[in-house]
């Protein structure tokens, strides 16, 4: 695996959502809070429970829309970035110290796991990716190809810098 040559800002590889998900995970959210909004209006239990109701169907259609926002973005691999096409940064190539691609791994479906050597703060884009600490997930309402070719990619790229 010696001698990977990518030029600067060169994407590598590509993650993005697959259709079939995206419209299975928003909509199986909207059709949540939409019958969650119904029995609270339409069949009113305690004031204390519709209320309850209310938040969980307004809860509903913002993950939701987060999620549509959030998978409509593509993740690029670069020789010195892992990013998405919106721009922003999910972790520097040079701070990633291991991939965890294992069953029991906690990761997103069809992803993976990395471990930074620092911790970048906490974000989240459901369906597509996370981070929590030093740890970021890859994966959810992605392919698993996909998320295979660049794991595969990754784990190339810390072997030859380990090797340097």
């Known amino acids: 695996?010696?001698?990977?040559?990518?030029?600067?800002g060169e994407v590598i590889a590509t993650?993005?959502?697959?259709?079939?998900r995206r419209i299975l995970g928003i909509g199986s959210l909207w059709l949540l809070s939409l019958m969650v909004i119904y029995v609270?209006?339409?069949?009113?239990p305690e004031i204390g429970w519709q209320v309850f109701l209310l938040v969980?169907?307004?809860?509903?259609?913002w993950i939701a829309e987060k999620m549509r926002r959030a998978t409509a973005l593509t993740l690029e691999l670069t020789p010195e970035f892992l990013r998405d096409s919106s721009g922003e940064v999910v972790a520097?190539?040079?701070d990633i110290l291991s991939i965890d691609r294992g069953m029991f791994a906690f990761k997103p479906s069809n992803g993976f796991l990395l471990r930074l050597?620092?911790?970048?703060?906490?974000?989240?884009?459901?369906g597509l990716w996370w981070r929590l600490g030093n740890?970021?997930?890859?994966g959810g309402m992605t392919p698993g190809h996909q998320a295979k070719f660049m794991?595969?990619?990754?784990?190339?790229?810390?072997?030859?810098?380990?090797?340097d």
């Open 1 to 8: 695996m010696h001698g990977l040559k990518f030029e600067e």
């Open 15 to 20: 993650i993005n959502a697959s259709p079939g």
């Open 40 to 44: 609270a209006i339409v069949r009113p």
């Open 56 to 61: 969980l169907g307004g809860g509903s259609i």
């Open 92 to 94: 520097k190539i040079d």
């Open 117 to 126: 050597s620092a911790s970048n703060g906490r974000a989240w884009r459901p």
């Open 135 to 138: 740890r970021i997930g890859i």
């Open 151 to 163: 794991a595969e990619i990754l784990s190339a790229m810390i072997a030859e810098r380990s090797s």
